[in-house]
């Protein structure tokens, strides 16, 4: 009995379409990687209001965090200084360089609680030197990160190891230092602070790069905490839910929310795994980039940072191009900070619930500053008023040199100067 090739193929098909256990399905039975649950994207582009939310709008050490950076900046090279006091010469040329918003001089002398100014023995020019509670707050920083030297070293490891090569350019690295909480010294002394595992390489265009090699299984903060809670296991497969954390008055439209509700129930990918695979526009990978994000802010001391500086992890990071626009489609769990005229970043599970991400060693030590910054403005205003009240005649030292004389007070100078006045 013979059998045509068009009736073998019907046979076959037969046989493949209605069997419970297709043959194939025995022959083969690949593991499902969590990204062929979805490679789709069914996400509804509806327009969303922004809402301001007047707490995080009012947390001082983010808001406070971009002008901290200069000051501290300056505290640094003040305290460098083998005499702990420098001449404004040393610094008035380097304000673009240390992100100063205005002359030196000036800024230094809207924080009298941090910087304490004194004539020089040349010229009449004025020096700085901290003031004895700045000085404290400088020597707990420097112990705080003696002791968390390792925490501060896995920091850095993670944000490598979340780009695509598991390499990063150091100008981006020294552009990131300040909101992983890294000395400005942390890249120039890498015997102290580095270990084995991290390496300087060439990459392209000359550019010179710091690249991570672990072979450990690293678990981002989402994956450990819902560990803790015993909704994880460990198996890359398993979908686990973002925590929401909706600001008061804010409303998802309908459609926004079911779309949230089967978004949650997609398999988790860790920004530490491969995305090669990833349909880039699919909602997994939508999930992925909302992980990478959460665990990005999750690193940073304030648990925030300026949108366009997170934009220029992008190409390192294999991010998408319109990937700022996360932040606006899931603000249950970001907020957006529009104060200062700066566009804002925030985490909102860090404040919403402290216990569910660890706390970074240096936030206390810059609250501290922060704290002295807000004495600055009350010296001021006293100033200010006691100057309206006095008539006499009022001091004002220029950074230009003058002839005049000055009657000094020997005691608010360092002893090596004071030799240069007395002859002694």
Request: with cysteine; proline share 6%.
């Amino acid at each position: 009995m013979f059998i045509t090739n068009s009736g073998f193929r019907t046979t076959l098909k037969r046989v493949l379409s209605h069997s419970e256990k297709p043959i194939f399905s025995v022959l083969y039975q690949p593991r499902n990687p969590p990204y062929k649950y979805s490679q789709h994207c069914n996400y509804v582009d509806v327009y969303m209001k922004w809402k301001k939310d007047h707490y995080y709008d009012n947390i001082d050490h983010i808001h406070k965090s971009k002008i901290l950076k200069p000051i501290v900046s300056l505290k640094n090279c003040i305290a460098e200084d083998p005499n702990g006091c420098i001449p404004i010469s040393v610094v008035s040329k380097r304000g673009v360089e240390l992100e100063v918003p205005m002359k030196v001089a000036r800024f230094l002398r809207r924080y009298p609680s941090i910087f304490e100014e004194f004539t020089g023995p040349q010229y009449n020019l004025p020096w700085f030197k901290l003031t004895p509670e700045a000085a404290e707050v400088d020597r707990e920083e420097k112990r705080v990160y003696e002791e968390c030297r390792k925490d501060l070293r896995e920091r850095l490891k993670r944000l490598i190891l979340m780009s695509t090569g598991k390499v990063l350019p150091l100008k981006i690295i020294q552009g990131m230092q300040w909101y992983l909480g890294l000395p400005d010294d942390f890249l120039r002394n890498p015997e102290k602070n580095l270990d084995e595992t991290f390496k300087f390489v060439d990459m392209e265009d000359g550019l010179k790069g710091l690249a991570v090699d672990n072979g450990e299984k690293v678990l981002s903060s989402v994956q450990s905490f819902a560990m803790k809670q015993g909704v994880y296991t460990g198996d890359s497969m398993e979908p686990i839910e973002f925590r929401l954390f909706p600001s008061k008055g804010l409303r998802l439209k309908v459609k926004i929310k079911g779309w949230l509700n089967e978004f949650q129930k997609l398999p988790y990918v860790s920004p530490y795994e491969d995305i090669s695979h990833l349909a880039p526009d699919s909602d997994i990978a939508e999930k992925r980039l909302v992980g990478l994000l959460h665990e990005l802010l999750s690193l940073f001391v304030e648990h925030s940072a300026e949108r366009r500086k997170i934009l220029c992890l992008k190409k390192h990071m294999g991010l998408p191009q319109k990937m700022h626009k996360a932040f606006e489609r899931h603000p249950y769990m970001f907020y957006l900070s529009l104060k200062n005229k700066t566009c804002t970043a925030i985490l909102k599970e860090a404040y919403c619930d402290p216990s569910a991400i660890e706390r970074h060693p240096i936030l206390k030590i810059r609250k501290r500053y922060i704290n002295l910054m807000q004495k600055s403005d009350s010296i001021l205003k006293k100033r200010r008023l006691s100057s309206r009240l006095d008539d006499g005649p009022k001091m004002d030292l220029d950074l230009d040199s003058t002839d005049e004389e000055t009657d000094l007070d020997l005691d608010c100078l360092p002893p090596f100067l004071i030799s240069s006045y007395t002859g002694k």
